[in-house]
């Protein structure tokens, strides 16, 4: 089980960009499935992007066409690229991986003005 530790969050204005990073503190190469999740303020946790080992996405429909999540197995580190961010945006946003054995990193808060 790798250790995952999140980075990159801020205050943006609306229409902002922004760059998540998720390290691993161990090798990813054998992790299929690492994602991105979302809290907001009195919400449940909602899956943002996925992706696997051979490069395959998904996304919320609510990122799609914004956000770009990639990996970099050789820096066992996980991006979430954010771009043309809304206030609805606003979140704490957590890496994860894996799906037999979980890992989740720390939480990173993501905060967008109107």
């Known amino acids: 089980q790798v250790q995952l530790v999140a980075s990159g969050g801020g205050l943006v204005q609306a229409g902002g960009s922004l760059r998540l990073s998720c390290a691993a503190s161990g090798s990813i190469f054998s992790i299929n499935v690492m994602d991105w999740y979302r809290q907001a303020p009195g919400k449940q946790r909602e899956l943002v992007a996925t992706?696997?080992?051979?490069?395959?996405?998904n996304y919320a429909a609510s990122v799609k066409g914004r956000f770009t999540i990639s990996r970099d197995n050789a820096k066992n580190t996980l991006y979430l690229q954010m771009n043309s961010l809304k206030p609805e945006d606003t979140a704490v946003y957590y890496c994860?991986?894996?799906?037999?054995?979980?890992?989740w990193g720390q939480g990173t808060q993501v905060t967008v003005s109107s």
């Open positions: 992706i696997t080992n051979d490069g395959s996405t």
């Open positions: 994860h991986a894996g799906r037999v054995i979980h890992s």
